[in-house]
């Protein structure tokens, strides 16, 4: 058994392995693109490209209409603004920072709900403990690509008369129970930021079957102008556009994106063989009922006493090993700031993130990483696991 890089050993790698190295497309269909953006010197407003994009998206995604723009944070804003989210709105603590600031963001306090230990998304009991007459909406996030459990988010919705929203920002190509995820709830967000499956540089996009929601939200990603009277505002609008370029590398990236789904999802299973026999690490698996996955995440749990050492000192130990694994999400929104000042007590009713997101580990996948290297990684996590009690003197 070899020792541990953080005990003396040799590193196991000798350039560092990254959790959400970004995916890259073809460079000459990048490039052929980027040619087209040259010849019409259009770069930004609405271009021929992001037109191609969008277009190409609403087929890929099977949704009525997508709505391109600048990053999944603006995705969030205009989406929420849309459907007239104020007062309060609930989404799980459990989720990118992002999600919680796009409210406050807003002035709209973001009240915190607990997740699901098992699927690790919102947890529609806990929605219903924290709703309020104030409750204007509910932001539920597909976390790893795990579908929320719509049915019921739905029904709470439908009781209280107020909208859903997804946040979809790791459900890029996913599907639950054979639907499209951008199908559920009134509208659903995604995020094409560098570190994402599917990446457009910086980029985002809404995504709505309703017609009239998808038109109010492009005429706010354009300050609210109307595209036809182009003097005319309609509605209290913002910067939010996508620009030619970011269209240009998502057009690109759809034309790799299945190659890029099947070495995520050989990644994950080579995790699953190698790391299996590893005591008090355990892969958290996709739930049953998602269809079709995009395997862009892959999470363990760390057990403090059956691996013998904290979640923690094992990141410090493969950061040794040049093995940059995140904690992905820790921690949990309610404990940063501005909201962890501004609601100290929500501790005692999020269990379960406070929970997960103690023992939670992301490891290295996407287009970089091959089965050699999860090989030496899950070697590493032996001997780690093997030296234990010297991390302990
Ligand atoms: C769950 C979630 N929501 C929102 C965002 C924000 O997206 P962006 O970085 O494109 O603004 C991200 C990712 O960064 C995310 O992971």
Not at 44 to 60: A, D, I, S
Not at 149 to 158: E, H, L, P, T
Request: hydrophobic share 40%; glycine share 6%; with cysteine.
């Amino acid at each position: 058994m070899r020792k541990p890089a953080i005990l003396g050993g040799e590193p196991a790698f000798k350039e560092p392995l990254h959790v959400g190295r970004p995916n890259l497309p073809d460079k000459n269909v990048f490039w052929k693109y980027v040619d087209r953006i040259f010849d019409s010197r259009w770069l930004t407003n609405n271009g021929p490209l992001v037109r191609e994009f969008q277009e190409k998206l609403e087929k890929f995604l099977h949704v009525k209409y997508c709505v391109p723009v600048c990053n999944g944070t603006i995705a969030l804003e205009l989406a929420e603004r849309a459907l007239n989210f104020k007062d309060e709105v609930i989404l799980p603590s459990y989720t990118f920072v992002a999600t919680a600031h796009s409210l406050q963001w807003q002035r709209i306090t973001p009240v915190f709900a607990d997740i699901s230990k098992f699927d690790v998304t919102i947890d529609s009991e806990s929605i219903k403990k924290v709703l309020t007459p104030n409750t204007t909406g509910i932001i539920g996030v597909h976390v790893y690509g795990h579908p929320c459990d719509y049915k019921k988010i739905g029904s709470i919705a439908d009781t209280h008369n107020i909208n859903v929203l997804y946040d979809a920002a790791h459900s890029f190509g996913c599907e639950v129970d054979n639907i499209p995820i951008a199908n559920l709830g009134r509208a659903s967000v995604f995020s094409f930021h560098a570190t994402k499956f599917f990446n457009s540089f910086e980029g985002g996009a809404v995504t709505t079957n309703d017609e009239s929601l998808a038109e109010q939200i492009r005429l706010m990603t354009n300050f609210g102008f109307n595209g036809f009277e182009k003097d005319t505002v309609d509605y209290l609008g913002i910067n939010g556009k996508m620009t030619e370029v970011s269209a240009a590398m998502g057009l690109a990236m759809l034309h790799s994106i299945e190659s890029i789904r099947e070495n995520n999802k050989q990644n994950f299973e080579k995790y699953r063989e190698a790391i299996t026999d590893i005591e008090g690490i355990s892969l958290i698996e996709p739930p049953q009922n998602l269809t079709k996955h995009n395997w862009q995440y892959v999470i363990v749990l760390v057990d403090r006493e059956q691996f013998g050492i904290d979640r923690d000192t094992l990141i410090q130990a493969l950061e040794a090993e040049n093995v940059l694994a995140r904690r992905y999400f820790y921690p949990g929104c309610h404990q940063m700031q501005p909201y962890r000042e501004c609601f100290p007590d929500y501790s005692l009713i999020l269990p379960n993130t406070d929970i997960i997101s103690a023992k939670v580990i992301s490891f290295p996948t996407g287009q970089t990483i091959g089965q050699e290297e999860i090989i030496g990684i899950a070697e590493c996590l032996q001997s780690i696991s093997h030296n234990r009690n010297h991390f302990h003197g």
